[in-house]
């Protein structure tokens, strides 16, 4: 099977991340994988197939269309996977000259769609299956557009989590950022765009401070809220506690070093950082919204919290820092939940699965 991915986005987060990690495990089981992507994405580095570079400059990219109409009929894939706006419209229409090319769509975020003529068209009759990372994406779908007739009947979720592929070394940022052993670091690690909940996770730090000394907050990552974020940092003096690590490849190493991790969003879909925290057995503390209940256990492997509600996040983050024994059983939850997840079938051998069943064919090819 040969799958063709688009996608049209500029950054490297969660989804990108997700359908770099099926398309490796799809191609270590015989699977040929290719990707079209803007030429700087990042994504590039981990995809493991033939890549492609397109502009993807809009909606009207004649550019673009004609270069992937020659690409598909050089590769001949069986599927053509999107997951963004624009390559979701383009890969729509040009699997639509292709008889046997099935077009499916991967839902990362959740988000409403807005419910106008063009996505309604895109949903409707350029898609012929949509993949949604978890439960919640499919039922946010399904309420965008409640006109499209048996819609919930072309959307699959997989809940996807990555497991890290690397172990972590311990110390790696501590002496970095020459941060004594004895102090504890608070971290968050995800792009810096406003609806991650950055601004919360700052807030908190003052009334945390007030109660613990031997704490650190590091913010990993690089986004267009930084120079936002890091005024905030000033306003609020609280510079003295707080390290902006910038964009980091070694996320495993900073888990390892962190004694809890923090993801307040304002909408998220499972959130592979959030996984990733929980695999590197360091307990989360992150937002009620999304796909995210369908990985946390409040009070379990991790802790939920109403988005924006600062105060609360200060309130765990406290009392896992000064109740060793509530802190230890919930790393020990960590463990076993990892454990149980690791007997489970992998993403890509769900993925792979439903693509089967799109193409109808048997599980022997």
């Known amino acids: 099977m040969k799958i063709l991915h688009l996608d049209s986005f500029t950054g490297f987060g969660g989804g990108q991340k997700r359908y770099s990690k099926i398309s490796r495990d799809l191609k270590a089981l015989g699977h040929e994988m290719v990707l079209v992507s803007r030429e700087k994405n990042k994504v590039r580095r981990t995809f493991p197939g033939k890549c492609y570079t397109a502009s993807f400059l809009g909606d009207l990219d004649l550019f673009s269309f004609i270069k992937i109409f020659y690409i598909i009929l050089k590769e001949k894939p069986d599927i053509i996977n999107t997951h963004s ?26 988000f409403k769609v807005k419910n106008n003529f063009i996505n309604k068209f895109i949903y409707k009759n350029l898609t012929d299956f949509i993949i949604t990372s978890c439960k919640k994406i499919k039922d ?27 172990k972590c070394e311990k110390n790696i940022y501590k002496e970095s950022y020459n941060i004594n052993q004895d102090t504890k670091i608070v971290s968050m690690i995800t792009r810096l765009v406003s609806w991650k909940g950055h601004e919360y996770f700052l807030k908190a730090i003052p009334l945390i401070t007030r109660e613990i000394d031997n704490v650190k907050f590091l913010i990993a990552g690089k986004g267009p809220f930084e120079s936002k974020l890091r005024e905030l940092v000033k306003k609020m003096e609280i510079g003295e506690y707080v390290i902006f690590t910038g964009f980091i490849e070694d996320v495993e190493n900073l888990y390892c070093d962190s004694y809890i991790s ?19 057995e360091t307990p989360v503390i992150t937002s009620r919204v999304g796909g995210i209940p369908e990985i946390v256990e409040n009070g379990y492997n991790g802790f939920l919290i109403e988005v924006g509600d600062f105060k609360k996040i200060a309130e765990v983050t406290i009392k896992l820092l000064k109740n060793e024994k509530l802190y230890k059983k919930i790393k020990e939850n960590c463990r076993n939940w990892k454990q149980n997840k690791l007997k489970d079938k992998t993403p890509a051998e769900k993925t792979l699965n439903l693509y089967r069943k799109f193409l109808n064919v048997s599980s022997s090819n």
């Open 85 to 110: 706006h624009q390559d979701h419209w383009i890969g729509g229409i040009l699997s639509k000259l292709f008889k046997n090319i099935k077009l499916v769509h991967t839902r990362h975020v959740d």
């Open 262 to 280: 923090v993801l307040p969003s304002e909408m998220e879909s499972p959130g592979v950082s959030i996984a990733e925290s929980i695999f590197y």
């Open 140 to 166: 946010t779908l399904i309420s965008s557009f409640p006109d499209i007739k048996n819609f919930d009947k072309k959307i699959f979720p997989v809940l996807t989590l990555n497991i890290p592929e690397k």
